[in-house]
């Protein structure tokens, strides 16, 4: 069965630091792909990023950037220089290889404080 | 904006009644997603139609049914309502299976 573990159940940090939001994953699937969203307090889920499991190349999206690694099982998100208009609920999914239906994680909740 | 629309907003209403939520994909999306979002259990996949047809069920309780019409929006219909059917109820919708799913603003039903 797909899981999702997202360690992180809040994380506070100052404007400008860089944060880090964890994700971890079991899957049986061979080829798979991952997700990654933000809730901001508004309540809209929010669609960030999609990643194939072929391709294990860091992606960078301004202040965003996603490590992927096949190998700890792990599709962590960085945000550098962090701003207030970060503060958000980040959610990481994978969908299961028959149905495509995703397994979310209990999602990691970032303040942060000016 | 998602260009998925979800109405009402916000729903309030009493234990045993019946609501209905509805929900309209992106255009030409022809996969609806329905999820339930809450404290405890987090987000919860219920329901999932593709051009008309169910295709995928999750943990969703027999109170609760959903139809996706030809024009392709899809409604939600909760019955017999209990309190810890509060919750936050999310329509997405995706092009095909496997993409990125893009997410209406939710509908906040609180029942009473």
């Known amino acids: 069965a797909q899981k999702v573990t997202q360690a992180q159940t809040e994380i506070s940090v100052v404007e400008k630091e860089d944060v880090t939001l964890d994700c971890v994953y079991e899957?049986?699937?061979?080829?798979?792909?991952l997700f990654w969203y933000k809730q901001p307090p508004s309540g809209e889920l929010v669609f960030l990023i999609r990643r194939n499991s072929f391709d294990e190349q860091n992606e960078i999206s301004g202040r965003y950037s996603w490590n992927f690694q096949k190998s700890t099982s792990s599709f962590n998100f960085t945000i550098t220089a962090s701003q207030v208009v970060d503060s958000a609920v980040y959610f990481c999914?994978?969908?299961?290889?028959?149905?495509?239906?995703?397994?979310f994680g209990r999602g990691t909740s970032l303040i942060v404080h000016p | 904006d998602s260009g998925v629309t979800q109405t009402p907003k916000h729903l309030i209403t009493a234990t045993g009644q019946r609501v209905t939520l509805r929900c309209s994909p992106r255009s030409g999306d022809l996969s609806v997603y329905w999820y339930q979002q809450s404290l405890d259990q987090g987000l919860q996949f219920l329901i999932q139609y593709y051009n008309g047809e169910e295709r995928a069920k999750g943990n969703i309780l027999e109170r609760f049914s959903a139809q996706q019409f030809p024009d392709l929006h899809s409604e939600l219909n909760l019955s017999s309502l209990e309190l810890g059917d509060s919750a936050l109820y999310f329509c997405?919708?995706?092009?095909?299976?496997?993409?990125?799913?893009?997410f209406g603003p939710g509908t906040r039903l609180t029942v009473l």
């Open positions: 899957t049986r699937d061979t080829t798979y792909y």
């Open positions: 999914a994978l969908p299961s290889g028959g149905s495509y239906i995703p397994t």
């Open positions: 997405a919708s995706s092009p095909r299976r496997g993409n990125e799913q893009f």
